[in-house]
Every structure is written in C-alpha cells, then in structure tokens.
C-alpha cells in the first residue's frame, strides 16, 4: 500500500536515488498510532513519521511546513468541528472522528494524516513519503 | 526480518511537557546549518523562564514581613497554592497550550541532573533553548508576572517585582553571563519605579528595564517623567512588554483564547504607543530608547497612518510633536515575534515601514506557543544579508552595549 501526493515519490525530491528501508512489523504501528524513524546517514538522513488510519499506513518527513517543527511527534488527535443546529446556531465543539489529525508540536499546525495537509490551508503540506507494507513489514522509500 | 541497518527509531515517538528542550527544537539545527547561523551573533531579545517553578525561592526575598507570612500561610494552607501564593495568574492562560497540543507552552518538566533549585534549573533550561537555537544572548523574562498590571492589589504587585528582581539578579544572572534581563518596573508606584532603577541599572546584566504593558495606567503621566529622565541619562532603554487579557471590556465579549490573544496582546502596546507619541515623550527625552516586545509587527504601519492622518488634522491636540507621528514611531525599537508571515508583500511592507534594518531586534519568545527561530529572520528573502545580521544581533549589541 502506497501513499504519495500529486505524484510525488516522497522526501528528497532531487536526494541521491532512492532507496527502501524495513522500518519495523506490521503491528508496531495501531491503528491511529505512529512510528517515527531516521532512515539514511549524514546529509541524507531523512526522518519519516508513519501512521495508520483506518487500516491504511501513511507516511511523513518530520518536518513541519511552517518552521521546520517535528510535526510528526506531535499528539495525534481527531479534528474538531462546530456543530450547528438547523438555525445556524452553535451547538458547541465536538470531535471528528473521522478524521485523523497530527499536530506540529512546535506551534500546533495540525495536518490531516490521510492528505498530510493543513485543514484549513492545503497548500501547508508535510512532504510525503512512500510507504509499502507487505508480508507483516512496512518500508519507506526516501 | 529485521528493520534495516540505517534506520533508527527515534527515542521519543511523542513530544510531551517531559521530553529535553534539545529534542523539542533539534530540528532549529537545520536551519544553523542552512543559513550558516554560527556565523551570526544572535540576540534573543525576548524569551522567558517560568517563574513559578521557583516561586517559594522567590517569595523568600519579600522585604515586608507581614506580606512574606501571608504567602507563607497561603502556600501552607491553600491546597494549590505552593506556586501561585500572591499571583494573579489569570485561569484563561492556561488555554495557551491548545489543549496540550503545544506541550512547551503548559510546561518543560524535563529532567535537570544536578540542579539544585530552581535558579539552576532556570539557567540549564535557557542554555539548553541557546544552544539548540544558536543563540549567543538570550534576554530572559518571567511569565505570568507580565500579567502584574492587572494584580488587584497594587502595593502586592511592587512588592512580588521586588522580590523577584532580587531574586533573578542574585540567583539567575550570576550564573550565566549570557543571559541578560530587562527588570519589571512596579508601574503603579512611579517613585518604586525610581528605586527599582536605582537599585539595579548598575547590576551586571541588566541591560534595560520593562513595563509589563498590560495595565490600565496612562504612561504620559507626569508622575512618570522623573524615570523616564533618569532612564535617558543611564542610556538604558525602557521595553514595553505586551501581555494577554481575556477580561477587559473589549476582549470579555470574545468565546476563544485565540481571539483574545490576537488582539489584547497588540491593543494594550497601541494604547501606550498612542499615549507615548501623542503626548510627545520622544520629543522630551530624544535619548530615550524605546522597545516594543512582543506585539508582532502588522499593527506598527497601522499606528503610523492612523495617527498620522489624525494628526494633520488635530495638530492641537498633539502641540509637542515636531513631526508626525510616524517619524517617531519608525526611531523605536520592535522586537520581531511573532511576526507575521503569511503574507509576504504585506511583510515586507512592514519592515520597510519600520525601517527594519536598523530598528528591529530577532526575539524568539520561547517557550511560548507562538515562539520564532532565528531561521525565521534568515529565511525572509528580501533581506540582505546585512540586514539579517543587525536584526539577529548586531542592532541588539548597539541598543543594549553589548
């Protein structure tokens, strides 16, 4: 199982060629949990947090979008939403839980695990990773 | 199967209010390594250590007797008490942290081996934030005691800046020379303010001295003028240090902590910019260098064409000024968190207007949840390099002495 955006094939767009890492089992990462790894030595070390949702891994360089926070050892915590009742009137906050977010815990920018994306800009995005998980072993590819 | 041989997993999979402030901002080294940041002398003009991690150390330097028993009998006796004896620590601050989503801002209860009171503790913490952010001079400030302009007893207040001043400049400063301080000013009793000055501008390391802005005191008074005389003639700047209210009557009416913070941190600097310039303190104390802390940067433009167009119209109203407002307010000095980013253009307009090359100070603010790195001074492209070199120290070594 994969997971890139608009094609990207992860961190380190213009890093030497790629390269596939065995990070770990299957089950050291639950559902809504995480698993945070350095991959690579030196200059081109990468560190990559990976999190499962929904039975569906996805994966991160650990860098925020905004000052270059450890986004990825942030709390992982659901998005909260305004209800409103049919006037429009609120009805106070509530968690959604249909929605899985990390949060940076430099400054709190939380992004939408599933897109690595800021709920309320896009374009603040985390970089994405590519992450496999076959036969009970996840990898990354940086 | 094994994980591979060049992966490492990483000690702590969750930042919390426990883990190292070197873990926290290890990736601030990025940026030293990018932007070459060894290579600048860097001055955090505004940073904090939290206060009431040591205040039972602090309340033993009360001078008064009777006051020092009420705290006494309050951390005895009031179940939560230990730390907050004769505080006025407004309940809506501890919002800041969004809901533990920031750990740093509600706490760093790492581990200090060795330190022995909470003074060392302090010193170690602000070592630990220098050294991860490149910093060479960390100008270090309480926390919540920025909130004593709100204290309900006024004479309380002057006595907890005196004893906490006493306290920073025998505990805290002796023990690491590059940490400097601006010292609160006991603003509602203008002659303390006096004996405060006199008793610590000449203490190594104190290199200025605060108003912890938000208060309800006009500061054109003329029961002021006196300290702002002898401020003049010291060279010693005074620093104007902003600070969150969710119970005034502005921001009472607002249902979030981050609308009140967003405007009660910026409007209770412009209420004393505008009394400041209007009453024309720059014009009687030319020499007096004047600091605005941690306001952000958006509101100063403002400032500047709104009491610029008011004035040509008001002049009366404004006699002692020579110039329009504007011309004053761009020879201040402005801390740079937390600047305001989102917008570049607008940004850059910004610091144009404020002269920021030779007028603007890098602050970081940490621990605070809105806290800058000094990458964020490197990284702005329409600065050259010399003009990031004064903002990230070089304007701070001319205005201090350093």
């Not at chain 2, 080294?29 to 206060?51: K, M, N, P, Q």
């Not at chain 2, 009777?66 to 009031?78: C, E, I, P, S, Y």
């Not at chain 2, 960390?138 to 006595?159: I, K, N, R, W």
Request: net charge negative; charged share 20%; glycine share 6%.
């Amino acid at each position: 199982m994969t997971t890139t955006l608009d094609g990207s094939t992860g961190a380190g767009g213009t890093a030497p060629a790629a390269r596939t890492y065995d990070v770990g089992a299957s089950d050291e990462v639950a559902e809504r949990g995480r698993l945070v790894v350095t991959v690579g030595h030196g200059a081109d070390a990468v560190t990559v947090g990976v999190f499962r949702f929904r039975d569906r891994l996805y994966a991160y360089e650990n860098t925020c979008a905004h000052q270059g926070g450890p986004a990825c050892q942030g709390r992982i915590v659901s998005r909260v939403r305004e209800r409103l009742d049919d006037e429009r009137r609120s009805l106070g906050l509530v968690f959604d839980d249909s929605v899985m977010h990390v949060v940076c815990p430099w400054h709190g920018f939380e992004y939408d695990v599933t897109t690595g994306r800021h709920p309320g800009r896009p374009d603040y995005a985390l970089r994405p990773v590519t992450v496999a998980e076959e036969g009970g072993r996840i990898r990354v590819t940086v | 199967m094994t994980i591979d041989d060049g992966v490492r997993r990483l000690p702590t999979q969750q930042i919390t209010t426990h883990t190292d402030s070197r873990e926290i901002l290890a990736n601030a080294a990025r940026d030293t390594e990018r932007y070459g940041l060894d290579d600048y002398f860097i001055v955090d003009v505004d940073s904090h250590h939290v206060e009431l991690d040591s205040w039972p150390e602090i309340l033993e330097y009360l001078e008064s007797p009777v006051l020092k028993d009420t705290a006494h009998q309050m951390m005895r006796n009031w179940p939560q008490a230990s730390h907050l004896a004769l505080h006025n620590h407004p309940p809506g601050l501890t919002m800041q942290d969004v809901s533990g989503r920031i750990p740093h801002q509600a706490s760093l209860a790492e581990e200090t081996p060795g330190a022995a009171s909470g003074a060392e503790r302090d010193v170690t913490l602000v070592r630990r934030a220098m050294d991860a952010m490149s910093i060479d001079v960390q100008v270090v400030f309480p926390q919540p005691m920025l909130e004593t302009g709100l204290h309900p007893q006024p004479q309380v207040a002057s006595a907890l800046l005196q004893a906490y001043n006493r306290w920073f400049t025998s505990q805290i400063l002796p023990r690491e020379p590059r940490v400097k301080t601006m010292l609160g000013l006991p603003f509602e009793d203008p002659d303390a303010c006096l004996a405060t000055v006199e008793e610590f501008a000449d203490h190594p390391g104190v290199i200025g001295f605060l108003v912890t802005s938000q208060r309800h005191a006009g500061v054109h008074r003329n029961a002021y003028m006196p300290l702002y005389r002898v401020l003049e003639e010291r060279g010693l700047p005074i620093g104007f240090h902003a600070g969150p209210n969710q119970a005034d009557s502005m921001t009472s009416t607002m249902n979030r902590f981050l609308s009140a913070h967003a405007m009660s941190f910026v409007t209770c600097n412009m209420t004393h910019m505008t009394n400041w310039v209007i009453n024309g303190i720059p014009e009687r104390f030319p020499g007096l260098k004047t600091i605005w802390i941690e306001s952000g940067l958006a509101w100063v433009p403002f400032m500047m064409q709104r009491l610029d167009h008011e004035y040509f119209m008001r002049q009366s109203d404004a006699p002692l000024l020579t110039r329009p407002p504007s011309h004053y307010i761009r020879e201040m000095y402005y801390t740079s968190q937390p600047m305001e980013w989102t917008d570049a253009a607008l940004l850059e307009s910004t610091l144009r207007a404020i002269d920021a090359p030779n007028q603007l100070m890098y602050s970081s603010d940490w621990p605070h949840w809105d806290f800058d790195v000094p990458g964020r001074i490197a990284s702005l492209p329409f600065l050259d390099d010399h003009a990031k070199r004064n903002i990230l120290g070089e304007t701070a070594r001319k205005v201090f002495g350093l």
